[in-house]
Each structure stands twice: as C-alpha cells, then as structure tokens.
C-alpha cells in the first residue's frame, strides 16, 4: 500500500491567493482528517470526514478554509483567500474505521504564504 | 492554559541512555492516550497507545498513564541515534478527535 498520498509536497504563494491541498487517503479507510501543524501551536485538527460525509469542523479557523471529500478517495482542503499566518505544514491523516485508533499520517504539505 | 502540555526540548542523550518524555493534561474525561514519533519533514506515526490508566510495554518503549495526576510518560530504553526524531503525546476523550501536544525533540548522539 502506498500510505496515505498528499499533494503537493511544497507550496509557495503570495498573500491573496486561492491555495489547494490535495489528499488521497489509504484505500478501504473510513475516516478522514486534515491537521495543520506549526511551532507554536503544534498539531491541530482542522476537519474530519467518516464515509466522505463531514461529522467535525470545529477547528477550521475560519471561513477562508474549506474541505471536501466528494468520493472516498479524495479530498481536498482550500484556502481562499490566503495569508502569511497560513503557513504551516498541513497533514491528511486516515483511519480504517471506528474500532480502530490508529491513524495513518501522509508526508505533508509545506505552505509558504508570502 | 493548553489542554496537554509538552516540554518542547530539544533533549539531547547519549546512546543507550534511558530517556523520559511526559505530558500533562487538564481534561479528566480523556480516556486513549497516544504517543506518536515523527521524525523530520515526515507526518507522525502511531508508536504507543493506551487505554485508560496503567502501563504498557513494547520492545524499548514503555508508557504509562496516571489518570490521577493527568500525567503520561514514554520510557525508551537503550536509547538508539534512530531514535531521534520528535514525540508527540495525544490523547481524547473518543477516539475520533486527539489533542496533541506540542512535541519534544529528542536527539540521541553516539
């Protein structure tokens, strides 16, 4: 298996920009997340999908980001517009299904907003 | 006042030394307990998890739980330069939704 896929590996943009991240989960895993990561806040979770329906968005900073997941193997999370405090690395992470725990980390996605 | 605390290190040791990383946490309903290892510009993987109080031990790796302190520790023995890498404790009241904390890098030297 190829783990969990993530695209692209590196972003650079300029403040203002639309930015898309791209996620192809672990093939036959229910569950779906997206995290950003940062010095100083660390790991958060952004949004989690169970069979490609949203349950939690609580921790998507505001209405400048937005996810989908319009099939099981695929999902995308999109900034728009961005800004320089975006910059983090983003992670897709997926999960077999509910009677598991263990989650499957992608490499990431390092965003520069400049 | 975060929900789970991590000092962030770095802590540096030497190789075959014992190395202990802890967290605190403020959430009483917490319940699974994770640590995971992330070694640099790669995404976290899963090494130890643990449900509810109590110790659990896996090769050089040990982890242990103490609801009543909201502390949790991982213990590596015989620590190895492979070794090296940030740790991340997580934990959650249900499993879908982990706190995590902030990290601690570890550097093992030769």
């Known amino acids: 298996d190829a783990g969990v896929i993530q695209s692209p590996r590196h972003e650079v943009t300029e403040m203002g920009q639309e930015v898309t991240l791209r996620c192809k989960p672990i093939s036959g895993h229910d569950y779906l997340f997206w995290y950003r990561q940062t010095m100083m806040r660390g790991l958060e979770l952004l949004i989690y999908f169970n069979n490609n329906v949203p349950i939690d968005d609580s921790g998507m900073p505001e209405d400048r980001f937005s996810a989908k997941m319009p099939n099981a193997s695929f999902s995308t999370l999109k900034i728009q517009p961005s800004e320089p405090r975006d910059s983090a690395v983003y992670f897709c992470?997926?999960?077999?299904?509910?009677?598991?725990?263990?989650?499957?980390f992608g490499p990431g996605t390092r965003l520069t907003v400049l | 006042q975060k929900e789970v605390e991590q000092d962030p290190g770095p802590l540096s040791v030497p190789e075959g030394a014992i190395v202990s990383l802890n967290c605190t946490y403020s959430n009483s309903a917490f319940q699974y307990f994770m640590w995971y290892r992330q070694y640099s510009r790669k995404g976290p993987e899963l090494l130890m998890y643990t449900y509810s109080s109590g110790n659990k031990e896996d090769g050089r790796f040990t982890a242990q739980v103490d609801k009543s302190s909201k502390y949790i520790s991982l213990f590596i023995r015989d620590s190895q330069p492979s070794d090296s890498a940030t740790y991340l404790c997580a934990m959650s009241q249900y499993t879908d939704k982990l706190i995590f904390g902030t990290g601690t890098r570890l550097q093992v030297f030769p």
């Open positions: 992470a997926s999960r077999m299904d509910a009677a598991t725990d263990t989650q499957y």
